[in-house]
């Protein structure tokens, strides 16, 4: 049975710092491109970053050069480092492969509020 466990979210502070983990049971994530979304009231799921199995790494323009997306295939995870977090960062974060072939788990919610 495939399963998406998302953990890491939380309250925090303008400029203060969150790194969200994603295992993945009974998958091969070693050979996917995996993500991570984020949904709020105000927008519909978009995508944040991708990592590939092989290759460079791709993040939204409006996290870049603040998140960074990176994997362990030994653990069968995906990380996402999030630093210098603003308001509108706040949503709840998702992790899928980049073509959503798994079904979607309950996800993590980020506040960042003062």
């Known amino acids: 049975q495939v399963q998406l466990l998302a953990s890491g979210g939380g309250l925090v502070q303008p400029g203060g710092s969150l790194c969200l983990s994603c295992?993945?049971?009974?998958?091969?994530?070693?050979?996917?491109?995996m993500a991570w979304y984020c949904q709020s009231p105000e927008k519909e799921r978009e995508l944040v970053a991708s990592i590939p199995p092989v290759g460079v790494t791709n993040v939204a323009d409006s996290v870049k050069g603040r998140f960074t997306i990176s994997r362990d295939n030994g653990q069968k995870s995906v990380f996402l480092q999030m630093n210098s977090l603003k308001p509108e960062d706040t949503a709840v974060y998702y992790c899928n492969t980049a073509n959503q072939n798994i079904a979607w788990g309950q996800g993590v919610q980020v506040t960042v509020s003062s």
């Open positions: 295992i993945v049971s009974d998958f091969p994530v070693s050979i996917y491109t």
